[in-house]
């Protein structure tokens, strides 16, 4: 198994707060992604990074951030959560080729 | 664009079925193909991928799936399925996309083995 490890795994918030999902590695990869997965829409990427400091937008990024300060760490935030963003977000590490992708074990959202 | 595609949100089979799980790809470069299994309440396992080495790639758990370029599919197969295979199967494809290998998905099937 990768070494992904995700926290918090379970987490109710209210709307309107802000939180912040991190994701830990150790395997020294260079990017990271954080995807959420819906029903009905399978699982949509929300932010990459591709190093340091180098983080991009994916396809569902509207009211999400994302930092990575260290090469082992990136982290999530939703500024003022919102219902919709109820979801199960996964992070994911590329190994070294850039080829393939392996997930966390994903963080359950529930925004009341 | 690319896109995947799986035919059968849900699959049904008997214990010691065969399974066959449909997977259709489109890409305008060659694809580097995967399939990743979900179990409930847990991330995503890569069973297997295909990066244009071998056209039939064996996974883990007995599953194994066959590149076959003119037919533009991927599709999954164990010959004898278990009770502990019973999943959700996710087909996906990665791609150049800007700075990052852009993985698509399917939406996803769920396999039930029954006795």
């Known amino acids: 198994d990768a070494g992904i490890t995700q926290s918090p795994r379970h987490k109710v918030t209210e709307t309107g707060t802000p939180v912040t999902l991190r994701c830990h590695q150790t395997e020294n990869h260079r990017y990271m992604y954080w995807y959420r997965q819906d029903p009905g829409h399978g699982l949509r990427l929300i932010h990459y990074s591709y190093g340091v400091k180098d983080t991009d937008k994916g396809e569902v990024s509207d009211g999400y951030s994302v930092s990575r300060s260290k090469t082992e760490d990136f982290l999530l935030t939703l500024e003022s959560a919102t219902s919709s963003q109820t979801s199960v977000y996964f992070c994911?590490?590329?190994?070294?080729?850039?080829?393939?992708?392996?997930f966390g074990e994903g963080s359950w959202l529930t925004v009341v | 664009a690319q896109s995947v595609t799986q035919l059968g949100s849900h699959v049904s089979v008997s214990e010691g079925a065969l399974v066959l799980l449909r997977c259709n790809y489109s890409?305008?470069?060659?694809?580097?193909l995967f399939w990743y299994v979900q179990y409930p309440n847990q991330g995503l396992q890569l069973l297997l991928k295909y990066t244009s080495a071998a056209t039939l790639v064996k996974g883990i758990n007995g599953f194994e799936a066959e590149f076959k370029k003119s037919e533009t599919s991927f599709h999954l197969t164990k010959p004898s399925a278990h009770m502990s295979d019973a999943a959700e199967y996710f087909c996906?494809?990665?791609?150049?996309?800007?700075?990052?290998?852009?993985?698509?998905f399917g939406a996803g099937t769920r396999l039930a083995v029954h006795p």
């Open positions: 890409s305008s470069v060659p694809p580097y």
């Open positions: 994911a590490i590329s190994d070294p080729s850039g080829n393939t992708i392996y």
């Open positions: 996906a494809v990665s791609v150049p996309y800007g700075g990052y290998n852009k993985l698509i």
